[in-house]
């Protein structure tokens, strides 16, 4: 495995990689299963894997976590090392953006939803960021992970818009044995609210139970009711487009999404039901 | 000279170019002599010369020339010809805004001066529309004139901004015998006001000739002022860093460029002083 900083030598060693397919993984490191599984599915369909790991400042919002966001530089290179990749970029922010750097990609509508709502420019850093970074690896194909459905449907609208001649994958949620979706701000949780974060699957699956009964805002509120039941503040709960998170149409595929607040953690879930 | 209208033809068109460089020479048609001399620098540099004709609607404001904006195609495509390019990619808007297209490209703060204050969004516009182009074309070296100093700036940055792997060339501006910077939009002028257009080159050139015995705000005034005294209705005269677009340093290259309206026709100029 490769480790390397800087643009040109990924560059560098991403063409030493000859005639290969390139599978690419962008991740904010502190790894856990779901980034692994994206690796794993990586490392099944492509020759070479390149893997970034890179708290990107432009997604986060002032008041958010990004000094706060779980590094932990050494344990994500043993478990990319153990798990294949071949190359891991590691760039330092003024790699990304150096002075005077200043061009953004926006999501437009898409990106102003819900998670868009709550996070204004969070969806505008993801497709800045995500945009260099596949100009930077150029890879044939790159995987998200479902657990971010909005980013997954943000991603494959700027690669249809720009006309990115990538393929994205996408690999489904890892959850843990009670159903919390994995997510590097687990760790954030105290044991209380480790307890009760499991409310968002739980409204997620009361959601698919109930869907085909009664009409989407009754299903909403049903989800909406047992979060806050549980003690967590929802942001959100919604049955949408899986594509363009509009609301959901009686006869198509749906998207169940949630958002909630437990203390000052902001956990997200979904559930595809597909027609 | 194959000529395409989709990207799927384009890039099946540009794919068994085989492994020669390409150069790419983007257009929005009403082709005159300085887009002939790009494709001539295309020619001259590159294997595999594709011009694109698209008047991009993404540019254009709401009040604007689009669609009086000058379409020419047989012509264009004739002339094309006559220079030597191989490929000619012709979309109609729906191909490169299809239903449901909401990704866009910002210049950020570069887009936002001058023109970008005179026309809002224009920038955003072209950095989209290049974006995507580069993206379908895949270029190794893109040309673009001198004449639109602020879009060869904003398209630079953008390059060096989202690591596109594409060398930018400029072409020098083509000018008539009187010194009238060659536009698709001269068109538009009447005899009276096509006499009084070159009011903009002499502007710069008076500013050229001032710009070591005074200090830059008293050759703003200058160039303003003549223009001005010509009829002509100043939009601005300025001296700047030719990267940046910021007011230039003393000590710096600095580009001065004018901007003016005749009657309904906004014309735009500039002049490299280079350290």
Chains 1, 2 share one sequence.
């Not at 009409?215 to 003690?231: I, P, Q, V, Y």
């Not at 149409?249 to 953690?265: C, E, F, I, N, Q």
């Amino acid at each position: 495995m490769r480790t390397v900083t800087t643009v040109p030598e990924l560059k560098a060693v991403r063409g030493a990689g000859g005639a290969g397919t390139v599978g690419f993984v962008p991740t904010m490191g502190a790894l856990h299963e779901g980034h692994l599984s994206l690796i794993r599915a990586a490392r099944a369909s492509t020759d070479v894997v390149v893997a970034s790991i890179f708290v990107n400042p432009l997604q986060f919002g002032p008041d958010e976590d990004f000094d706060a966001y779980p590094r932990n530089e050494e344990e994500d290179l043993e478990l990319s090392r153990r798990e294949g990749v071949d190359i891991v970029f590691l760039p330092g922010v003024d790699e990304i953006y150096p002075e005077g750097d200043s061009t953004t990609i926006s999501a437009g509508e898409l990106g102003m939803v819900l998670e868009g709502e709550d996070r204004p420019g969070h969806f505008d850093g993801v497709c800045t960021v995500v945009g260099k970074l596949f100009n930077i690896v150029d890879p044939d194909v790159a995987f998200f992970g479902q657990k971010d459905a909005q980013q997954v449907a943000v991603v494959k609208r700027m690669v249809r818009d720009l006309r990115f001649d990538i393929e994205i994958g996408v690999g489904p949620t890892v959850r843990e044995d009670d159903g919390l979706a994995l997510s590097s701000r687990n760790r954030y949780l105290t044991e209380d609210e480790r307890r009760r974060a499991t409310a968002l699957y739980e409204a997620l699956r009361l959601g698919a139970e109930l869907i085909d009964r009664q009409d989407l805002e009754a299903t909403e509120k049903n989800m909406w009711d047992l979060m806050s039941e549980r003690g967590l503040l929802p942001s959100y709960a919604r049955v949408v487009d899986p594509d363009t998170f509009v609301p959901a149409s009686p006869d198509g595929s749906k998207l169940l999404v949630v958002a909630a607040k437990l203390g000052r953690t902001r956990l997200i879930d979904n559930l595809l039901i597909e027609e």
